[in-house]
């Protein structure tokens, strides 16, 4: 069964650029969720997704956005790129939306943003 | 104050020892993973636990509901345990969503 996949890998872009993630959840899960982190503030939640709609929000600028497919894979944009934003993005997906307890989250290899 | 605290935050230990790595949260829960990167970045959830104790080869996680804290253990630790280890609570207040502790970084030597 293949995890969950993260492209690309590694991507650098300039600021003022945008910038979109990718994220394939395990085969059959619903849920993607998004995740920043950084040196300086560790792992931040960036928003959730289930079923193609986003049901939880962390706080962050409207620069970031996502979306998910019906096929629940999910996409992250970033916009008008800022040098702040230079991070590894993980995302991780389970079969059921975060807050059931019996739900286990299983994490891509994230994607390392870096911006010049 | 941070509302998960995770304790050492730094962590050398000998091959063979036994490791102990703390986690404290301030906030109600349904839910606590325990997580582990390593240099690369990809994390490996390595428990979800909501109550008591789980166990899995030589790693043990605990949780105390009440006094909100968990607990990591590794037993005979090894190098290849070297990697940081996070602690991620699933809040229930409002929506729900994870907020995470710092880490703790592990090196274990030969």
């Known amino acids: 069964k293949a995890g969950v996949t993260q492209t690309p890998r590694y991507l650098i872009k300039t600021r003022g650029q945008q910038v979109t993630l990718s994220c394939s959840p395990i085969?059959?899960?619903?849920?993607v969720s998004w995740y920043q982190q950084t040196p300086g503030q560790g792992l931040q939640f960036l928003f959730e997704y289930f079923s193609e709609t986003q049901r939880n929000k962390g706080n962050f600028p409207g620069r970031f956005s996502g979306r998910q497919f019906s096929n629940s894979r999910s996409e992250m944009n970033v916009s008008t790129l800022e040098l702040g934003d230079s991070a590894l993005y993980l995302c991780a997906s389970s079969l059921a939306p975060q807050g059931y307890a019996s739900t286990e989250a299983f994490f891509g290899q994230g994607t390392r943003l870096t911006v010049v | 104050k941070n509302e998960v605290e995770q304790s050492p935050q730094n962590l050398t230990a000998q091959e063979g020892e036994f490791i102990t790595i703390n986690c404290s949260y301030s906030v109600g829960i349904s839910a606590l993973h325990w997580l582990q990167q390593h240099p690369g970045g990809g994390i490996v959830s390595l428990f979800m636990?909501?109550?008591g104790k789980k166990k899995h080869g030589r790693l043990i996680a605990t949780i105390n509901i009440q006094e909100k804290h968990s607990s990591l253990h590794i037993t005979a630790s090894h190098p290849r345990d070297s990697a940081v280890y996070i602690c991620?609570?699933?809040?229930?207040?409002?929506?729900?969503?994870?907020?995470f502790g710092t880490g703790t970084r592990l090196k274990v030597l030969a």
């Open positions: 991620a609570v699933l809040i229930t207040s409002g929506t729900y969503k994870y907020i």
């Open positions: 085969s059959g899960h619903r849920s």
């Open positions: 636990l909501s109550s």
